[in-house]
């Protein structure tokens, strides 16, 4: 059973910045892929993950965060961030991390989750 672990969240101010991260644990393959995946109070999960990095440290980001959003890992920690900066009341949401097998590592693909995510609350 997958297991995850985020924290970072925290309530700032627009332009602002937050970095947060995860812990994985429980994974049942060994090389795998990581995203960040939000949610927005009141509505269904975003489809896709806004940021995603693969087993070799290949990224991908979603539009709405592109040059703003910055996801990386450490393998030896089992771990994955999302630096935010420029933050907008738009990036109001429950951020969560999931991961998945190392194929295919896109952001539409069908990731794993296991956590209660970490909540982001941006005011104007």
């Known amino acids: 059973m997958l297991f995850v672990e985020e924290s970072g969240g925290d309530s700032v101010q627009f332009g602002g910045s937050l970095k947060l991260s995860c812990v994985v644990s429980?994974?049942?393959?060994?090389?795998?892929?990581l995203g960040w995946f939000r949610q927005v109070p009141g509505v269904e999960r975003e489809l896709g993950a806004i940021?995603?990095?693969?087993?070799?440290?290949?990224?991908s980001y979603a539009d709405s965060v592109k040059g703003r959003f910055t996801i990386s890992r450490d393998f030896a920690k089992k771990s994955a961030y999302l630096q935010m900066t420029s933050l907008s009341p738009e990036d109001t949401a429950m951020y969560y991390c999931a991961a998945k097998g190392p194929f295919a590592c896109t952001l539409r693909a069908p990731f794993n989750f296991g956590g209660q995510g970490t909540r982001v609350a941006v005011s104007s």
């Open positions: 940021a995603g990095i693969s087993d070799i440290g290949t990224t």
């Open positions: 429980g994974l049942p393959f060994g090389d795998y892929c």
